[in-house]
């Protein structure tokens, strides 16, 4: 398919560990964003990509999320030691222009911290 | 402090049934998106609106940019049930590539 993927689609994890969820954009999009779903918050924005490079990480609710983006494709978003309070829907899109007009979102990964 | 105000929260109606939904704010937009998203699924993009007074049509839908760029408003000719989803608007200001969402309508449309 020619959509934005994203695995894995659901992750149950302990308190305490780490976890990496993975997007893989449309083709030749050159931003990717992540963002954040929970119940009856509707979307938080967390990082946007340009390229390789995080113009903007003001998202990041603190520093055990990180996220990276190789080769202008496939983005990892990690969440070090997780906390309950991480389980939402992570959500990644991607866009083809420099402005935000038009976001492609994936199907997102559920994640359940335990 | 929620930057994008949607209204109604909940929205359940019959078939045939006609609907507005509302997304506000007190601050200015370059342009505004509107999304539906079904359970288990990301949002799928259904329109940008960029100029203030702008109304497009999408089918059955109708989606107006306020003059001032502030809000904007969603109308549902006719509701069938496939039109069921959690409707998000979003906004992007000058200078930013981030989007702020709103909350959602969830739309319910009983056969």
């Known amino acids: 398919g020619a959509g934005v993927s994203q695995s894995p689609s659901n992750k149950v994890t302990e308190k305490g560990k780490d976890v990496e969820l993975r997007c893989d954009p449309i083709?030749?999009?050159?931003?990717l964003y992540w963002y954040r779903q929970s119940l009856g918050q509707g979307l938080e924005f967390l990082i946007y990509f340009q390229g390789n490079s995080a113009p903007d990480k003001s998202g990041l609710p603190s520093d055990r999320f990180s996220a990276e983006r190789t080769g202008g494709s496939v983005s990892t978003l990690t969440i070090q030691r997780t906390q309950q309070e991480d389980s939402a829907v992570y959500l990644c899109a991607s866009s083809p222009r420099w402005v935000s007009y038009e976001q492609y979102f994936g199907p997102g990964t559920r994640l359940t911290v335990t | 402090t929620q930057l994008l105000e949607q209204s109604p929260q909940f929205l359940s109606i019959q078939e045939g049934e006609n609907l507005t939904v509302y997304c506000n704010s007190s601050s200015v937009f370059s342009s505004l998106q509107w999304y539906r998203q079904e359970p288990g699924e990301g949002p799928v993009l259904l329109v940008t609106?960029?100029?203030?007074?702008e109304v497009k049509k999408l089918k059955r839908l109708t989606f107006q940019f306020g003059d001032a760029r502030k809000d904007s408003s969603l109308h549902i000719t006719a509701a069938q049930t496939g039109d069921t989803g959690l409707y998000l608007c979003a906004g992007a200001r000058g200078g930013s590539e981030k989007l702020v969402f709103g909350k959602g309508t969830k739309l319910t449309v009983n056969p």
């Open positions: 609106v960029v100029t203030g007074g």
């Open positions: 083709s030749g999009h050159t931003a």
